[in-house]
């Protein structure tokens, strides 16, 4: 089934779910199935997606009902196209009970950067930037509907509390002093310390940057909105399409590697079942949390993780707001 037999004979608000989620890049791997496990729950999912026709034909291919989800666009490399989705989801008559930061996209392979429509490097654009224009724009909204949570998915490469936030290949996740940002990031810019690009590395510090971001939206509005704002590392997903980009040993190695070596595989299905955990259930209730399954996890509770004493800092979270609030004109 295509958008246009999605579309056929129904409109945007013709479901009658009582709790309504937003997901961004709702038509892959875990946000897919995170889709999919809230559907499951009742809820009724926005699938903010670059690609409507996959979403749509995906939706269903995992066993969605077209009453169980309305598709929204949204290029999250483009600042234009995230405040249209804004727009978008904030004209729906109906409260927002949750968002869910998932959209990313990995390219290790770059040999120079790719620019968002803005000149920004797309890595840092597409999840960071993106998400971050995102979240202040929907905070009405979430504001509606009582308890709402904002989700973000953080990973295990950003954070060096773990072993994988320390692995030096291409380079651990280190924003520096935010130099690349403080010269407005734009080129020659391409990386937020300001060195040379490395674009394995670019994800990473994208990655720590949605995970900073989130403590600081706990710290800025939890107490005065009542929204829960969390991260969580769900496991390693590793036959998502987020390695597309990898090399084709690579893509064939790395699950038998994380199934067998280090136990840290997870089924995307498992995954996306962990975000719909964090979203709506109620032992996921606390803010300003990290949540894990750690690794080695199968069977294993979710866990808070803590995060690096550099990733808490206070100071460096909002010169990091202040720069990213500068750059993606969140007043405009
Ligand atoms: P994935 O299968 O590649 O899914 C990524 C999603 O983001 C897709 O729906 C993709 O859309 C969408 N997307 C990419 N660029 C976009 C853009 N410019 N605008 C809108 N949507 C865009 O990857 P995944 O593994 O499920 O990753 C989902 C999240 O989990 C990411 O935040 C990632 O960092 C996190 N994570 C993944 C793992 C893992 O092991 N895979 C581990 C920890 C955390 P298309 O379908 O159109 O490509």
Known sequence: MDLADHLSGMTTTSHSSPFTVAVTGASSGVGLYAAKSLADRGWHVLMACRDLDKAARVAHGVGMQKEQFTLVHVD???????RACAAEISARSTPLNALVCNAAVYKPRLT?????????EISVATNHFGHFLL???LMEPLQRAPGARLITLGTVTANAEEFGGKVPIPAPANLGELQGLEAGFRAPASMIDGGPFKPGK???????????VSRELHRRYHASTGIVF??????CVAETALFRDTPAAFRRIFPLFQKYITKGYVTQALAGD???QVVADAKFAESGVHWSWGNRQNGREAFSQPLTARAQSVQRAERLWALSEQLVAVRA
Request: aromatic residues 8%.
């Open 202 to 212: 670019a994800y990473k510090d994208s990655k720590l940057c949605n995970m900073i």
């Open 76 to 82: 999250l490399g483009s600042l234009t196209s995230v």
């Open 112 to 120: 120079e950067p790719e620019r968002s429509p803005e000149g920004y």
């Open 135 to 137: 979240c202040q724009l």
């Open 274 to 276: 962990r975000v719909a």
């Open 230 to 235: 969390n991260t969580l590392y769900p496991g």
